[in-house]
């Protein structure tokens, strides 16, 4: 049952990560995002992290992916045009993705030997166990976390402010500087 | 009912981490390659869990969800770096944003 669950899931997640990095629209990209994180989810429960599944759904397909939606219809972004020379590039950067993965599954096996899976105990899976660790060996990281989210919302608050001189109150209209030298640029080109 | 071996989760996140960094490296929109190191860092935490698994600590897990808050930091600061990127130069296009070029 658990090998039946996990590839189903672990064939969706790939599928949805290919989706994510291969399609030209970011809508399109961000939603596949969200497969793949419920994905990842599922075998976080089937490895025994019932709460760390939650807090994947929570905290990535609840927060992270809906403000990545939010700036990417704010921005009113469209699909990435094709570029000339691009398939060639591409042969040449997924050269490293290879490497990376073959590496990666190489030192799987030659670390293979690992002792035999433990049965789940309650420590592992329970809430209180992790809360327990967390709140008192992991303390002062937990309040670094808390001060590194104050940093990065005051900072994201500061970075996305609109320019006082904005004329349409949220400045994401076209200026005309910049029209003209895109104009400029595209007639430069032969 | 976990009978599936930790090596198959641990070559599952190996093939997300590549699928991950070759959208990194080939993107040219900075909203998709934003996409593509969650997807990253989503097989790093993959990876981090089964361990915990395999070692029965908690260590791993607890590293994971000190992960995710990071994420969350680091979307939250990077998609308001690509708004005052956006409202400069009117693209997020990383291949047309080359004024350090030089």
Known sequence: MGTFIFLIF??????????????????YATMSLVVTLFSVAVLFVLLGAPFLGALQILIYAGA???????????????????????????????????????????????????????????????????????????????????????????????????????ADGAGLLPREDFVAEETERKEARP | MSSVPISWYLMLAALLFAIGTVGALTRRNGISIFLSIELMLNAANLTLVAFSRQMGDRTGQLIVFFVMAVAAAEAAVGLALFIAVFRARRTIDVNRLNLMRG
Request: neutral net charge; hydrophobic residues 60%; without cysteine.
């Open chain 1, 10 to 27: 672990a064939a969706l997640a790939v599928a949805s990560s290919l989706v994510v990095v291969m399609h030209r629209s970011p809508v």
């Open chain 1, 64 to 166: 992270i992916v809906v403000l990545f939606l939010f700036v990417i219809m704010l921005l009113n972004l469209q699909k990435e045009g094709e570029a000339a020379g691009r398939r060639r590039g591409q042969l040449w950067v997924a050269l490293p993705g290879a490497l990376i993965f073959i590496g990666m599954v190489g030192l799987v096996f030659w670390r293979a030997g690992a002792p035999d899976l433990q049965p789940l105990t309650e420590d592992l899976v329970s809430l209180k166990g992790l809360a327990t660790a967390l709140f008192t060996d992991y303390l002062l990281p937990f309040e670094i976390v808390g001060l590194l989210l104050l940093v990065a919302v005051i900072g994201a608050t500061v970075a996305a402010r609109r320019a006082p001189d904005a």
